[in-house]
Protein backbone atom coordinates (compact mmCIF):
# COMPACT_ATOMS: atom_id res chain seq x y z
CA UNK A 1 0.00 0.00 0.00
CA UNK A 2 1.58 3.46 -0.88
CA UNK A 3 1.70 5.77 1.95
CA UNK A 4 1.49 9.36 2.73
CA UNK A 5 4.77 9.83 2.71
CA UNK A 6 5.07 8.60 -0.65
CA UNK A 7 2.40 10.65 -1.93
CA UNK A 8 3.71 13.78 -0.19
CA UNK A 9 7.45 12.30 -1.82
CA UNK A 10 5.68 12.66 -4.98
CA UNK A 11 4.23 16.05 -4.53
CA UNK A 12 7.87 17.24 -3.44
CA UNK A 13 9.31 15.54 -6.60
CA UNK A 14 6.67 18.13 -8.39
CA UNK A 15 7.59 21.26 -6.87
CA UNK A 16 11.65 19.90 -7.23
CA UNK A 17 11.18 19.79 -10.98
CA UNK A 18 9.43 23.13 -11.32
CA UNK A 19 12.36 24.64 -9.47
CA UNK A 20 14.83 22.90 -11.57
CA UNK A 21 13.28 24.02 -14.65
CA UNK A 22 12.97 27.33 -13.76
CA UNK A 23 16.51 28.18 -11.92
CA UNK A 24 18.98 29.09 -14.27
CA UNK A 25 21.54 29.75 -11.42
CA UNK A 26 22.61 27.58 -7.96
CA UNK A 27 21.16 30.36 -5.47
CA UNK A 28 17.39 29.61 -4.20
CA UNK A 29 15.05 29.77 -6.21
CA UNK A 30 12.34 33.10 -5.82
CA UNK A 31 8.79 33.36 -5.87
CA UNK A 32 9.06 35.26 -9.28
CA UNK A 33 10.45 31.79 -10.93
CA UNK A 34 7.60 30.18 -9.79
CA UNK A 35 4.78 29.42 -11.66
CA UNK A 36 6.47 28.68 -15.36
CA UNK A 37 7.14 26.05 -16.46
CA UNK A 38 5.71 22.38 -17.49
CA UNK A 39 4.13 21.80 -13.61
CA UNK A 40 2.21 24.92 -13.88
CA UNK A 41 0.88 24.42 -17.32
CA UNK A 42 -0.25 21.35 -15.72
CA UNK A 43 -1.80 22.71 -12.80
CA UNK A 44 -3.41 25.58 -14.83
CA UNK A 45 -4.94 22.61 -17.46
CA UNK A 46 -6.52 20.70 -14.42
CA UNK A 47 -6.28 23.14 -11.87
CA UNK A 48 -5.06 20.16 -9.58
CA UNK A 49 -1.48 19.26 -8.35
CA UNK A 50 0.76 16.36 -10.18
CA UNK A 51 -0.39 13.14 -10.29
CA UNK A 52 1.90 10.24 -8.72
CA UNK A 53 3.23 7.64 -11.20
CA UNK A 54 4.54 3.88 -10.30
CA UNK A 55 8.03 5.32 -11.24
CA UNK A 56 8.01 8.48 -9.06
CA UNK A 57 6.15 6.88 -5.95
CA UNK A 58 9.17 5.08 -5.65
CA UNK A 59 12.11 6.76 -3.27
CA UNK A 60 14.16 8.92 -5.83
CA UNK A 61 17.83 8.70 -5.95
CA UNK A 62 18.28 12.13 -7.28
CA UNK A 63 16.35 15.25 -8.21
CA UNK A 64 16.76 15.18 -11.87
CA UNK A 65 15.44 11.66 -12.22
CA UNK A 66 12.31 12.77 -10.85
CA UNK A 67 11.91 15.90 -13.33
CA UNK A 68 12.17 13.52 -16.32
CA UNK A 69 9.43 11.13 -15.36
CA UNK A 70 6.26 10.76 -17.55
CA UNK A 71 3.07 10.42 -16.17
CA UNK A 72 -0.06 8.56 -16.79
CA UNK A 73 -1.45 11.72 -18.62
CA UNK A 74 1.53 12.89 -20.71
CA UNK A 75 4.41 14.55 -19.89
CA UNK A 76 5.36 16.53 -16.30
CA UNK A 77 8.61 17.88 -15.30
CA UNK A 78 10.35 17.98 -18.28
CA UNK A 79 10.08 16.80 -21.98
CA UNK A 80 8.64 13.18 -22.08
CA UNK A 81 10.06 11.49 -25.30
CA UNK A 82 7.66 8.17 -25.47
CA UNK A 83 3.73 8.41 -25.45
CA UNK A 84 2.69 6.75 -22.26
CA UNK A 85 1.72 3.01 -22.79
CA UNK A 86 -1.97 2.72 -22.40
CA UNK A 87 -1.81 0.02 -19.23
CA UNK A 88 -4.25 -0.53 -16.91
CA UNK A 89 -4.22 2.11 -13.81
CA UNK A 90 -4.16 -0.89 -11.35
CA UNK A 91 -1.07 -2.56 -13.58
CA UNK A 92 0.70 1.05 -13.42
CA UNK A 93 0.12 2.80 -10.26
CA UNK A 94 -0.83 1.26 -6.68
CA UNK A 95 -3.56 2.64 -4.85
CA UNK A 96 -2.73 5.63 -2.69
CA UNK A 97 -4.04 5.40 0.77
CA UNK A 98 -6.36 8.50 1.65
CA UNK A 99 -7.43 6.53 4.85
CA UNK A 100 -11.26 6.16 5.93
CA UNK A 101 -14.36 8.57 5.64
CA UNK A 102 -15.60 8.97 9.03
CA UNK A 103 -19.15 10.07 7.60
CA UNK A 104 -18.71 13.92 8.44
CA UNK A 105 -20.19 15.68 5.89
CA UNK A 106 -23.54 13.78 6.05
CA UNK A 107 -23.76 13.89 10.04
CA UNK A 108 -23.14 17.60 9.51
CA UNK A 109 -25.41 18.36 6.60
CA UNK A 110 -28.14 17.09 9.08
CA UNK A 111 -27.06 18.79 11.89
CA UNK A 112 -25.68 22.30 10.61
CA UNK A 113 -26.17 24.84 7.70
CA UNK A 114 -29.29 26.62 6.52
CA UNK A 115 -29.54 27.82 2.83
CA UNK A 116 -28.80 31.31 2.69
CA UNK A 117 -30.33 34.55 0.56
CA UNK A 118 -29.59 37.79 -0.83
CA UNK A 119 -26.26 39.75 -1.04
CA UNK A 120 -24.85 36.74 1.02
CA UNK A 121 -25.83 34.14 -1.03
CA UNK A 122 -24.30 35.89 -4.26
CA UNK A 123 -21.03 36.97 -2.34
CA UNK A 124 -21.08 33.02 -1.43
CA UNK A 125 -21.43 31.61 -4.48
CA UNK A 126 -18.03 30.74 -5.10
CA UNK A 127 -16.83 28.95 -8.34
CA UNK A 128 -13.42 28.60 -9.74
CA UNK A 129 -14.69 27.50 -12.61
CA UNK A 130 -16.46 31.09 -14.13
CA UNK A 131 -13.83 33.53 -12.36
CA UNK A 132 -12.44 35.71 -15.71
CA UNK A 133 -8.53 35.17 -14.98
CA UNK A 134 -7.56 31.40 -15.54
CA UNK A 135 -11.05 29.52 -14.76
CA UNK A 136 -10.40 25.73 -13.05
CA UNK A 137 -12.70 22.70 -14.94
CA UNK A 138 -15.87 22.53 -12.86
CA UNK A 139 -15.81 20.67 -9.73
CA UNK A 140 -18.94 18.60 -7.64
CA UNK A 141 -18.16 16.99 -4.32
CA UNK A 142 -18.65 13.82 -6.37
CA UNK A 143 -16.00 14.07 -8.09
CA UNK A 144 -13.89 13.12 -4.96
CA UNK A 145 -13.05 10.21 -3.22
CA UNK A 146 -13.35 11.44 0.05
CA UNK A 147 -10.57 9.84 3.04
CA UNK A 148 -9.86 10.44 6.36
CA UNK A 149 -10.66 13.61 7.99
CA UNK A 150 -7.90 16.01 8.79
CA UNK A 151 -9.15 18.38 11.24
CA UNK A 152 -11.98 20.58 12.03
CA UNK A 153 -12.10 24.23 11.01
CA UNK A 154 -14.08 27.07 12.18
CA UNK A 155 -16.73 26.79 9.55
CA UNK A 156 -16.68 22.91 8.56
CA UNK A 157 -14.15 20.13 8.67
CA UNK A 158 -11.30 19.12 6.59
CA UNK A 159 -10.48 15.55 4.47
CA UNK A 160 -8.21 13.82 2.41
CA UNK A 161 -9.71 13.49 -0.92
CA UNK A 162 -8.62 12.02 -4.05
CA UNK A 163 -10.16 13.18 -7.21
CA UNK A 164 -11.89 10.29 -9.06
CA UNK A 165 -10.94 11.45 -12.49
CA UNK A 166 -7.60 10.24 -14.05
CA UNK A 167 -4.88 11.47 -12.54
CA UNK A 168 -6.03 10.98 -9.31
CA UNK A 169 -4.84 13.64 -7.44
CA UNK A 170 -4.56 14.11 -3.43
CA UNK A 171 -6.06 17.06 -2.01
CA UNK A 172 -7.49 18.51 1.17
CA UNK A 173 -11.19 19.64 0.46
CA UNK A 174 -12.20 22.50 3.57
CA UNK A 175 -16.06 22.44 3.97
CA UNK A 176 -17.39 26.02 4.92
CA UNK A 177 -20.91 26.14 5.96
CA UNK A 178 -22.69 29.77 4.13
CA UNK A 179 -25.38 29.91 6.94
CA UNK A 180 -22.38 29.87 9.20
CA UNK A 181 -19.98 32.48 7.45
CA UNK A 182 -23.25 34.89 7.49
CA UNK A 183 -23.56 34.32 11.13
CA UNK A 184 -20.45 35.61 12.03
CA UNK A 185 -20.42 38.24 9.74
CA UNK A 186 -17.60 37.37 7.49
CA UNK A 187 -18.82 36.82 3.58
CA UNK A 188 -16.36 39.62 2.09
CA UNK A 189 -13.67 38.65 4.18
CA UNK A 190 -14.22 34.73 3.50
CA UNK A 191 -14.64 35.97 -0.50
CA UNK A 192 -11.60 38.10 -0.21
CA UNK A 193 -9.46 35.45 1.68
CA UNK A 194 -10.14 32.62 -1.00
CA UNK A 195 -9.38 35.46 -3.75
CA UNK A 196 -6.54 36.11 -2.39
CA UNK A 197 -5.30 32.38 -1.66
CA UNK A 198 -6.39 31.65 -5.82
CA UNK A 199 -4.13 34.09 -6.61
CA UNK A 200 -0.76 32.59 -5.07
CA UNK A 201 2.15 30.62 -6.28
CA UNK A 202 4.58 29.88 -3.64
CA UNK A 203 6.30 26.87 -2.42
CA UNK A 204 5.78 28.27 0.93
CA UNK A 205 2.06 28.96 0.59
CA UNK A 206 -0.69 26.23 0.65
CA UNK A 207 -2.16 26.38 -3.06
CA UNK A 208 -5.93 26.59 -3.60
CA UNK A 209 -6.23 24.85 -6.29
CA UNK A 210 -10.01 25.29 -7.13
CA UNK A 211 -13.30 25.77 -5.30
CA UNK A 212 -16.62 24.99 -5.99
CA UNK A 213 -20.18 25.43 -3.68
CA UNK A 214 -23.86 24.19 -3.02
CA UNK A 215 -26.59 25.16 -1.36
CA UNK A 216 -25.41 25.39 2.05
CA UNK A 217 -21.72 24.62 1.69
CA UNK A 218 -18.26 26.11 -0.25
CA UNK A 219 -15.59 23.77 -0.84
CA UNK A 220 -12.64 24.68 -0.76
CA UNK A 221 -9.43 22.21 -3.36
CA UNK A 222 -6.28 22.87 -1.42
CA UNK A 223 -2.64 21.53 -1.47
CA UNK A 224 -2.33 18.68 0.87
CA UNK A 225 -0.24 19.73 3.27
CA UNK A 226 1.16 16.13 4.06
CA UNK A 227 2.76 16.72 7.84
CA UNK A 228 0.28 18.30 9.25
CA UNK A 229 -0.14 21.20 11.55
CA UNK A 230 3.93 23.01 12.76
CA UNK A 231 2.09 24.05 15.95
CA UNK A 232 2.09 20.32 16.90
CA UNK A 233 5.86 19.50 16.15
CA UNK A 234 6.45 22.43 18.37
CA UNK A 235 4.05 20.99 21.20
CA UNK A 236 6.23 17.67 21.36
CA UNK A 237 9.65 19.04 21.35
CA UNK A 238 8.61 21.95 23.13
CA UNK A 239 11.04 23.89 20.74
CA UNK A 240 13.20 23.54 17.81
CA UNK A 241 16.42 23.38 17.34
CA UNK A 242 18.70 26.52 15.85
CA UNK A 243 18.89 24.93 12.51
CA UNK A 244 15.13 23.81 12.21
CA UNK A 245 14.03 27.19 13.45
CA UNK A 246 16.25 28.94 11.18
CA UNK A 247 15.44 27.16 8.33
CA UNK A 248 11.86 27.47 8.89
CA UNK A 249 12.08 31.50 9.63
CA UNK A 250 14.14 31.43 6.11
CA UNK A 251 11.44 29.98 4.55
CA UNK A 252 8.36 32.29 5.87
CA UNK A 253 10.96 35.13 5.19
CA UNK A 254 10.42 34.34 1.06
CA UNK A 255 6.54 33.57 1.84
CA UNK A 256 6.23 36.73 3.32
CA UNK A 257 8.45 38.85 0.37
CA UNK A 258 6.30 37.73 -2.19
CA UNK A 259 2.79 38.60 0.00
CA UNK A 260 4.29 41.76 0.32
CA UNK A 261 5.38 41.98 -3.53
CA UNK A 262 1.65 41.21 -4.01
CA UNK A 263 0.70 44.51 -1.69
CA UNK A 264 -0.52 41.22 0.76
CA UNK A 265 -0.59 41.60 4.57
CA UNK A 266 -0.52 38.64 6.06
CA UNK A 267 -1.00 39.78 10.04
CA UNK A 268 -1.55 36.85 11.58
CA UNK A 269 1.20 34.50 11.69
CA UNK A 270 2.12 32.41 14.38
CA UNK A 271 2.32 28.48 14.23
CA UNK A 272 -1.31 27.95 14.31
CA UNK A 273 -1.18 29.34 11.21
CA UNK A 274 1.23 27.08 10.12
CA UNK A 275 1.41 23.70 7.97
CA UNK A 276 4.00 20.84 7.31
CA UNK A 277 4.15 19.79 3.65
CA UNK A 278 5.28 16.59 2.25
CA UNK A 279 8.62 17.18 2.70
CA UNK A 280 8.35 19.06 5.57
CA UNK A 281 8.62 22.65 3.93
CA UNK A 282 6.78 25.03 5.76
CA UNK A 283 3.59 26.28 4.09
CA UNK A 284 1.26 29.14 5.01
CA UNK A 285 -1.72 27.86 5.40
CA UNK A 286 -4.51 30.66 6.73
CA UNK A 287 -5.42 33.99 5.47
CA UNK A 288 -7.84 34.55 8.04
CA UNK A 289 -6.92 38.08 8.86
CA UNK A 290 -4.98 38.63 5.20
CA UNK A 291 -5.85 42.06 3.71
CA UNK A 292 -4.68 42.96 0.49
CA UNK A 293 -3.62 46.64 0.56
CA UNK A 294 -2.34 48.40 -2.12
CA UNK A 295 -0.70 51.74 -0.82
CA UNK A 296 -3.31 51.90 2.16
CA UNK A 297 -3.19 51.37 5.72
CA UNK A 298 -5.28 49.66 7.95
CA UNK A 299 -6.42 50.47 11.79
CA UNK A 300 -8.71 47.28 12.18
CA UNK A 301 -7.26 45.54 15.82
CA UNK A 302 -6.55 41.99 14.81
CA UNK A 303 -4.24 38.99 15.10
CA UNK A 304 -3.47 37.18 18.03
CA UNK A 305 -2.61 38.56 21.08
CA UNK A 306 1.54 37.64 21.70
CA UNK A 307 2.03 38.42 17.78
CA UNK A 308 0.54 41.81 17.78
CA UNK A 309 2.70 44.97 17.77
CA UNK A 310 2.79 47.58 19.39
CA UNK A 311 1.05 49.75 17.03
CA UNK A 312 -2.20 47.64 16.95
CA UNK A 313 -2.15 47.57 20.63
CA UNK A 314 -1.81 51.52 19.90
CA UNK A 315 -5.20 51.29 17.59
CA UNK A 316 -2.50 53.21 15.03
CA UNK A 317 -2.35 52.70 11.30
CA UNK A 318 -0.42 50.05 10.13
CA UNK A 319 1.40 48.85 7.36
CA UNK A 320 3.31 45.28 6.03
CA UNK A 321 5.99 45.57 9.36
CA UNK A 322 3.32 44.10 11.55
CA UNK A 323 4.27 41.04 9.65
CA UNK A 324 7.98 41.60 10.19
CA UNK A 325 7.21 41.89 14.25
CA UNK A 326 5.53 38.98 14.02
CA UNK A 327 8.53 36.89 12.54
CA UNK A 328 10.48 38.30 15.28
CA UNK A 329 7.89 36.29 17.54
CA UNK A 330 8.07 33.34 15.68
CA UNK A 331 11.67 33.44 15.75
CA UNK A 332 11.89 33.46 19.51
CA UNK A 333 8.72 30.90 20.22
CA UNK A 334 10.36 28.44 17.84
CA UNK A 335 13.67 28.70 19.66
CA UNK A 336 12.16 28.87 23.79
CA UNK A 337 9.40 27.20 23.30
CA UNK A 338 7.21 30.45 24.18
CA UNK A 339 6.26 33.77 22.68
CA UNK A 340 8.89 36.41 24.39
CA UNK A 341 5.58 38.58 25.95
CA UNK A 342 3.41 35.83 27.48
CA UNK A 343 2.27 36.97 30.42
CA UNK A 344 -1.06 35.82 32.72
CA UNK A 345 -3.28 38.46 31.93
CA UNK A 346 -3.57 40.20 28.74
CA UNK A 347 -2.89 43.91 30.18
CA UNK A 348 0.75 42.77 31.31
CA UNK A 349 1.08 41.26 27.50
CA UNK A 350 0.18 44.15 26.20
CA UNK A 351 2.47 46.39 28.76
CA UNK A 352 5.00 44.42 28.09
CA UNK A 353 5.05 44.55 24.36
CA UNK A 354 4.48 48.45 24.18
CA UNK A 355 7.97 48.17 26.17
CA UNK A 356 9.69 45.82 24.03
CA UNK A 357 10.28 43.95 27.33
CA UNK A 358 12.61 41.71 25.45
CA UNK A 359 14.24 38.84 27.28
CA UNK A 360 16.33 36.31 25.39
CA UNK A 361 17.38 33.37 27.54
CA UNK A 362 21.42 32.71 26.90
CA UNK A 363 20.45 29.47 25.01
CA UNK A 364 19.70 31.10 22.28
CA UNK A 365 22.52 32.16 20.22
CA UNK A 366 24.04 35.42 19.70
CA UNK A 367 23.68 35.36 16.09
CA UNK A 368 19.85 34.19 16.52
CA UNK A 369 19.12 36.78 19.17
CA UNK A 370 20.61 39.82 16.80
CA UNK A 371 17.86 39.01 14.81
CA UNK A 372 15.21 38.61 17.31
CA UNK A 373 16.03 42.11 18.67
CA UNK A 374 16.32 43.63 14.94
CA UNK A 375 13.02 42.47 14.10
CA UNK A 376 11.33 43.37 17.50
CA UNK A 377 11.29 47.12 17.35
CA UNK A 378 8.91 49.14 18.16
CA UNK A 379 9.26 51.42 15.50
CA UNK A 380 8.11 49.79 12.58
CA UNK A 381 10.24 51.63 10.02
CA UNK A 382 13.10 49.99 12.28
CA UNK A 383 12.08 46.81 12.04
CA UNK A 384 15.08 44.19 9.63
CA UNK A 385 13.36 44.33 5.75
CA UNK A 386 12.73 40.89 5.01
CA UNK A 387 15.44 41.00 1.75
CA UNK A 388 18.12 41.43 5.17
CA UNK A 389 16.36 38.80 7.27
CA UNK A 390 17.46 36.26 4.06
CA UNK A 391 20.83 37.69 4.53
CA UNK A 392 21.27 37.09 7.89
CA UNK A 393 24.61 35.17 9.45
CA UNK A 394 21.51 33.35 11.19
CA UNK A 395 20.14 32.16 8.02
CA UNK A 396 22.66 31.92 5.80
CA UNK A 397 24.71 29.56 8.57
CA UNK A 398 21.89 27.10 7.93
CA UNK A 399 20.43 27.66 4.36
CA UNK A 400 21.57 23.87 2.68
CA UNK A 401 23.29 24.66 -0.86
CA UNK A 402 19.98 22.56 -2.04
CA UNK A 403 16.96 24.00 -0.62
CA UNK A 404 14.80 21.51 -0.48
CA UNK A 405 16.44 19.78 1.85
CA UNK A 406 13.75 19.14 4.94
CA UNK A 407 14.53 20.75 8.34
CA UNK A 408 15.32 17.95 11.14
CA UNK A 409 14.83 18.80 14.66
P1 LIG B 1 -9.14 27.55 12.79
O1 LIG B 1 -9.82 28.80 13.08
O2 LIG B 1 -9.24 26.51 13.89
O3 LIG B 1 -7.72 27.75 12.32
P2 LIG B 1 -9.92 27.20 10.09
O4 LIG B 1 -11.31 27.40 9.69
O5 LIG B 1 -8.90 28.21 9.74
O6 LIG B 1 -9.92 26.86 11.61
P3 LIG B 1 -8.04 25.33 9.10
O7 LIG B 1 -7.07 25.78 10.14
O8 LIG B 1 -7.75 25.68 7.72
O9 LIG B 1 -9.49 25.81 9.48
O10 LIG B 1 -8.25 23.74 9.12
C1 LIG B 1 -8.50 23.02 10.30
C2 LIG B 1 -7.48 21.91 10.44
O11 LIG B 1 -7.53 21.03 9.31
C3 LIG B 1 -6.04 22.40 10.49
O12 LIG B 1 -5.68 22.73 11.78
C4 LIG B 1 -5.28 21.21 9.94
O13 LIG B 1 -5.03 20.27 10.95
C5 LIG B 1 -6.23 20.61 8.94
N1 LIG B 1 -5.93 21.10 7.59
C6 LIG B 1 -6.42 22.21 7.00
N2 LIG B 1 -5.94 22.39 5.77
C7 LIG B 1 -5.12 21.34 5.55
C8 LIG B 1 -4.29 20.94 4.43
N3 LIG B 1 -4.23 21.66 3.33
N4 LIG B 1 -3.56 19.81 4.55
C9 LIG B 1 -3.61 19.08 5.69
N5 LIG B 1 -4.34 19.40 6.76
C10 LIG B 1 -5.10 20.51 6.71
MG1 LIG C 1 -6.88 27.95 10.64
Not at 32 to 52: C, E, I, M, W, Y
Not at 83 to 100: N, V, Y
Not at 212 to 223: A, N, T
Not at 227 to 254: H, N, P, V
Amino acid sequence: MTTVGSITRQIAALELSAKQNTTANKTRPTHQKQGSGNVSKLLTKFAAPNPPTSKSIKPQASNSSISRLPTAGGQVGGKSTKAPTPLSREATQPAIDIGKYDGGLEIDEENRGKRVYGEAAEDLALDSSVIEHQPTREWHLSDFDIGRPLGKGKFGRVYMVRTKCEPKYILALKTLYKSEIVESRVEKQTRREIEIQQNLRHPHILRLYGYFHDEKRIFLMIEFAGKGELYKQLSKYGCFTEKRSSRYIDQMADALEYLHSKHVIHRDIKPENLLLGINGDLKIGDFGWSVHAPGNRRTTMCGTLDYLPPEMIEGKEHSKEVDLWALGVLTYEFLVGSAPFEERSHNETYKRIMRVDLRIPSRVSPEAADLIVKLLQHEPHHRLPLSEVRKHPWILKYRSRSSNSQPQN
